[in-house]
């Protein structure tokens, strides 16, 4: 599969399994609350915030539409619809994350959780220095990736009857990926999900 049918794998898997996606997801952590009060700590409820690969807007996006002036994007149509109900203050666009284009120093702060890994990683590099430019001096960025490089298909993923399609690098690769996009890595952390387990970095503009 090309590029372009890799993605459509993916917004058409979101858009079958959107509502038992949604389900799946419980409150937000403790962990990951902390992370996004320093991300954003400083911020006045007039910032601007991104949210890439926002899915359907809980928990993540909801915590952020709380206290700041959020846009969500997202590939999937039926996630947005559901983003929309559940978090009706925040701006939603559907689209392509790497194919997103604002203004530089858009946004004081970007997150991206478990969502950068549905998109190709030859495409990656341009991604996160497209991140840094949208990002004001010393603007805040989560995200997270896998610890292990891998990319794949899986046919019926959780049984769900949609088939999902990922790609990534490990740990060091992402790591040294936003350092070369011209970001200060400033925690990077790992964290055990289920049976998986994941890089959490928060890392600001420089």
Known sequence: ????????????????????????????????????????????????????????????????????RVTGVDLSARQLALAREAVPGATFIRGDMAEMDFAPGSFAAIVSLYAIIHLPREEHPALLARIARWLAPGGGFLATWPVTAWEGEERDWHGWGAAMWWSHHGSEENLALLRAAGFVIERAETRTSGEEIWLWVLARRG
């Not at 320093?38 to 910032?47: C, I, K, Y």
């Not at 890439?52 to 909801?62: E, F, H, K, N």
């Open 1 to 68: 599969m090309d590029s372009a049918e890799r993605k459509r794998l993916v917004e058409r898997g979101y858009d079958r399994m959107a509502e038992r996606y949604l389900a799946s997801k419980g409150a937000l952590g403790a962990e990951t609350a902390e992370l996004l009060d320093a991300l954003t700590r400083g911020l006045d409820g007039e910032a601007a915030i991104l949210d890439l690969g926002c899915g359907a807007g809980v928990p993540v996006t909801r915590w952020l539409a709380g206290r700041f």
